[in-house]
């Protein structure tokens, strides 16, 4: 997406020297690809995780790429709420100001139903409801930050199975563990896009925008559907013969939300991912956006539902300070 002539990659990202960086689910996988760029291009980048050890391994390759990194590790875990409150709370305390939030973590598909701390359906209450509550409680740091981004990650699964079940958001009634992912992901298109609306509404002077990976090869197609499961998928072989035609290195799948966080042509409300072979692999550009995800009447409702269900209320007016 840099021009004609060549794709866009992380040589063309502008310096980040001193910029404040938070990305959740980094300890591996796109996270941690995103925390590596960040950090080579001199970013002060903070990942998270829920597993300590592999958060200190993290640290440790990265700084054994990068000697002057500015980096460290914290633990979040999302399908805790009482956990976000509280980091969120420690994070106001230590620092003045958050240029970068990557929305990053999730799980995907578990093939029964599992449930968050709060008795949230695991992929929406992780995926969706934590970065919900995160955001909105680090609201008052990212004002104060410098061109400050949130940068959600969604999937092309948003727009083939995707609908916000209203009557069942927590998915008690019957668990579908591929339309449950893709509501979540859903979920996290539309709050971008509704972050915005009322960023430029209120004066926040937050930019918010989305991106997907494509298929990216990492732990979430395996640790999901793991879950729960005390043998491989039937169809566990089928993946591992696909893979190598249609996916593409973690790296790779990690350009998308790196595009969207430092590119001066990342829009507002922009939605980015891979180009090729239906958007699974490829160079950066534009991803599809389904219907559903433009809809603003079916973002204020469900931003008016998280509200209620994670107890995070955002100001609905511009405040005299920050």
């Known amino acids: 997406m840099s021009g004609a002539d060549r794709p866009w990659t992380t040589r063309d990202m502008p310096p980040q020297r001193g910029r404040r960086v938070l990305i959740t689910g980094a300890a591996g996988g796109l996270g941690y690809e995103t ?20 958060g200190q391994q993290a640290l440790a390759r990265i700084r054994a ?38 929305n990053n973590a999730g799980v995907m598909t578990p093939p029964v139903r599992h449930e968050t701390r709060d008795g949230f ?11 919900f509550a995160l955001t909105g409680q680090l609201l008052s740091l990212l004002r104060r930050g410098k061109a400050s981004r949130v940068v959600n990650l969604s ?41 915005q609306r009322r960023s430029s ?18 732990s979430l197609q395996t640790s999901g559907p793991r879950l729960g499961r005390s ?9 591992r013969l696909m893979q190598p035609l249609m996916s593409q290195s973690a790296a790779d799948g990690a350009l998308p939300t ?36 433009r809809d603003p009447a079916l973002a204020a409702r469900l931003w008016g539902i998280s509200e209620e269900l994670t107890g995070v209320t955002w100001p609905n007016h511009q405040p005299s300070f920050v």
Not at 66 to 75: F, V
Not at 122 to 129: A, E, M, R, W
Not at 260 to 271: C, D, F, K, L, V
Request: charged content about 20%.
């Open 35 to 54: 925390a590596l760029a960040l950090a080579r291009a001199g970013a002060d980048v903070l990942l998270t995780g829920r597993n300590p050890a592999k």
């Open 65 to 102: 790429q990068c000697p002057a990194a500015t980096i460290r590790y914290a633990d979040l875990d999302l399908a805790d709420l009482g956990a976000v409150a509280a980091f969120a709370a420690r994070l106001g305390d230590e620092q003045e100001a958050l240029d970068l939030l990557v």
């Open 121 to 131: 359906e695991l992929q929406f209450g992780t995926n969706y409801l934590g970065h």
């Open 155 to 195: 999937s092309g699964a948003h727009r083939l199975l995707a609908d916000i079940h209203f009557d069942d958001l927590q998915w008690r009634g019957s668990y579908k563990p591929w339309q449950a992912y893709a509501q979540s992901k859903l979920a996290m298109l539309l709050f971008a896009f509704e972050l």
């Open 201 to 218: 509404a209120f004066g926040w002077g937050l930019t918010s925008n989305a991106a997907h990976p494509g298929y990216a090869v990492t």
């Open 231 to 239: 043998r491989p998928h039937p169809m566990a072989w089928l993946t």
């Open 258 to 293: 790196l595009f969207a966080a430092t590119s001066p042509e990342a829009r507002p409300s922009g939605y980015y991912g891979p180009q090729a072979m239906f958007e699974l692999k490829g160079p950066v550009g534009d991803a599809r956006v389904g219907d559903k995800a």
